[in-house]
Nanobody, 127 residues
Framework: QVQLVESGGASVQAGGSLRLSCAVY????????LGWFRQAPGKQREGVAA???????IYADSVKDRFTIARDNAKNALYLQMNSLKPEDIATYYC?????????????????????WGQGTQVNVSS
């Protein structure tokens, strides 16, 4: 069983920064690919960033060069550093996990590929 608990969501002005955190409660944390999805009101879930067990990262084009995903295997944690935030980044952000030892590109940003989801944390950006 895996439990994911996000934190760090807040309201910021456009151009500001936030750091989301996800505590990963799993017996074998290092065996999981981890990622962040988001969902804005009235829109479908979309992948934002993901990282595999080797540290390979993928990003959505919309956040590339602004967001950075990182995992801390010692702390069983996942992070998303978000810089230069825009109003279009407003969404509920979800931490996700999947037991997968292969490359992250095999999972990509298909929501159904990730078995475990957190409860979400809200990010608001005012212009």
């Amino acid at each position: 069983q895996v439990q994911l608990v996000e934190s760090g969501g807040a309201s910021v002005q456009a151009g500001g920064s936030l750091r989301l955190s996800c505590a990963v409660y799993a017996d074998t944390y290092s065996n999981y690919c981890l990622g962040w999805f988001r969902q804005a009101p009235g829109k479908q879930r979309e992948g934002v960033a993901a990282i595999d067990t080797r540290g390979t990262r993928i990003y959505a084009d919309s956040v590339k060069d602004r967001f950075t995903i990182a995992r801390d295997n010692a702390k069983n944690a996942l992070y998303l550093q978000m810089n230069s935030l825009k109003p279009e980044d407003i969404a509920t952000y979800y931490c996700v996990a999947e037991a997968w030892a292969g490359e992250i590109r095999a999972l990509g940003f298909t929501p159904e590929e990730y078995k475990y989801w957190g409860q979400g944390t809200q990010v608001n950006v005012s212009s």
